[in-house]
Each structure stands twice: as C-alpha cells, then as structure tokens.
C-alpha cells in the first residue's frame, strides 16, 4: 500500500466487539485476565494500550520502521531515547536542534555524565574530528530549526557506520510524507506528533520508531519502565490527525513555497531560507533526499529587532505563538521565544539572529495569507 492508504488503514481494524471502524479510545488503566497468568494482550496501559498500539502501527508503517511507540511529549520521547546511553557516553549533534533538544542534552542529560558535541552537521571531516573513544550517538535534525538546515543523511549513515555509532533523526518538520530517514539507514527516527503529525494544534505528543528487534525491545522497555507513554485520547487525537497527513502536507508545501517566492522578492526582507529555493545552501541535497519541503519558512527581516518587533505586532491571520506544523498560520520569533534556552553566543554563532522570523504556513487561503505579510511588511 501507498502513503496515502497506509496513513488511513494502518493500525485499524474493525473493533472486534463491535465493528466501530473509527478506533475507540480505550480509557482504561487496567485489562481483566482471562485467567491466572492469561491476558488478551493486553493488562496495564503504561505497558500497551490498543488504541495507542493503533497509534503506533501507523506511525511505524508511514516511516518505513519495525515498530513504533508513542510518548506524552516530542521531549518524553526524545528523554527516552537519551536513556539507550549511559553515562560517560558522548552525542555528536547538530548545532541549530530544537531549543528544547539543546536543553535536554546541556541542562539535563549532561548532569547525569553524558557529552554532548553540537556542530554544524554539513562537512564530513568537521563530523569526523568530533568523534571521540566514547561516542555512541549521532543526533540529528533536517530540516534544522530555525535555519531549515539540510544535513545530508547518507553521509551521516556512512560516518556513524563507520564508528558503529546510533544514529538518531527528528523528523518533526519533513514527516514521513516529505522524508523516511530510515530508508537512508538512521537507526531511530523521532517525533513531536504536536506538531504536523497531530496537525489541529490540540494536542501534545511524541513518538519513536525503531528499524530493529534490538532497539524495539529497549525502546519498549524504557517506555514502560519511565512512564513516558502517551494517553490514549491524545494518541486517538493523532491517529485522526493522521487521515489528512498526505492532503494536509502537500497543501502546506504549496502555501510555503508562494511565501518563500513572495518574500525572497521584497526589499523589507534579507535573506529567506526555505530548502525549497534554489537559493537555500540545502537545497541540492533536499532535493535528492526528500519529497518535498514543507511549510516552514524563516526570513530575517532588514531592521534587526526594531522591525521584527514591529513586524510581530501587525500580523493578523499568523497568530504569534510558538510550535508549528498544525492548520493554523504561525509566526514565532526565535531568538526571544522557541531558542531562548540557547545562550545568546550559541545563538549568534548558529545564525539566529534578532532579525529572524519563523513562520509555520498553515492551510489558510494563500492570497489571505500573502495579503496579511504585506500590510504587516509595508509598516515596518
Ligand atoms: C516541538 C519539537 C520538539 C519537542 O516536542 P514537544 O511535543 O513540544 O515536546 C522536538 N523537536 C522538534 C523539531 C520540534 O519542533
């Protein structure tokens, strides 16, 4: 089956009692035994629940993987995944993640004796030479955000082969729609399902998938061991969500790239970075490794923080708030709201300046959209 059928039938079968075609949110904590030592397959919800069993199976189809498991936060799972290590381990990661991400491994997970290395993942030797005795991990994030980075998988794959190091993709801003990291041999691949997955802005939620029955195993053991799973109305939430993701994406994509066009062309704006243009640094390797771009879309707006502040206040239809990824228009400013987790010389050295402005286009009309860029541009 193709993407589109997959994303509607996997994980669903008719309920068996009934025949509900919708899966039923199965809100419970327990599963009676049919006998001593008996179950149905299922007994306490921490460990399995069917309706975020569906989630999963999706989830797990769409990207291509082995299994899949779903977590109460993109950050839950990404908390997960950091616990395969153990300390005095060493993470090569790319330098422009989530703010979240660069938290978790700088203000947490460092505490409890792991490393961290974060560089620009764009150059082989650069990757190489930060390679010590200790690493175990590569992590990366494509595209990057805020920049839109692109990091090329095959290379990264190639690399951590070599040192028989784990390779960790978030695939939170492509979606299996646009890009399946695991087709290129990433081990696990990670999600905030906040964001396209879910794509209503109604949720908060996170997911693996593993490509092997080593991996599954551990990762399904730390979910139950820590607790990190995810309720099952979020995951029926997702599951919903899911239907639309093909028609959803592509919509996305389409209203972008007008943006992306349409503001590389205004004397207001510097520099736009959507892998989507010809101009983007990102854009032959994005071209070869992905399906499509997707809806995110960051500028640097000529003024620095003056006209973006002012730029900020004047937007209508793009509501000023963080995440990204649901139908709703967003539009966020990093440096004072995702990335203020970075320290400010990170921030700098990583490119995110106070000029910087990131929009999630949702799937308003275009021309309304366009139109609500211009009167808020023309002020500035
Ligand atoms: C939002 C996000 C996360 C964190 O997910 P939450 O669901 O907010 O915990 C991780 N990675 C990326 C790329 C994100 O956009």
Known sequence: MR???????????????????????????????????VTRG?????????????????????????AGFAFSSGMAAETTIMHLLKAGDHVVSGDDVYGGTYRLFEKVMKDFGLEFTFLRMDDRKRIEEAIRPNTRMIWIETPS?????????????????RHKLMTVADNTFATPYFLRPLEYGVDLVVHSTTKYLNGHCDVIGGAVVTATDESTERVQFLLN???TCASPFDCWLVLRGIKTL????????EN?????????????????????????PGHEIAMRQMEGFGGVVSFEIEGGIEAANSFLRRVKIFSLAVSLGGVDSLVEHPASMSHTSMPEEVRRDVGITDGLIRLSVGLENIDDLIEDLEQALEHV
């Not at 955000?145 to 082969?161: C, K, S, T, Y």
């Open 42 to 66: 299922y007994d306490y919800s921490r460990t399995a629940n069917p309706t975020r069993k569906a989630l999963e199976d999706c989830i797990a189809a769409l990207e291509g993987g082995k």
């Open 145 to 161: 955000n805020p920049l839109l980075n692109i990091v090329d998988i095959e290379m990264v794959v190639d690399i951590a082969r």
């Open 256 to 280: 972008a790239a007008h943006i992306a066009i349409y503001l590389e062309k205004h004397p207001q704006v510097k520099t736009v970075f959507y892998p989507g243009l010809k101009s983007h």
């Open 246 to 253: 093909a028609v959803r994406m592509m919509q996305h994509e």
């Open 3 to 37: 993407f589109e059928t997959l994303a509607i039938h996997s994980g669903r079968e008719p309920d068996p009692t009934t025949g509900a075609l919708a899966s039923p949110i199965y809100q419970t904590s327990i599963f009676v035994f049919e006998d001593v030592g």
């Open 225 to 227: 061991a820590m607790g």
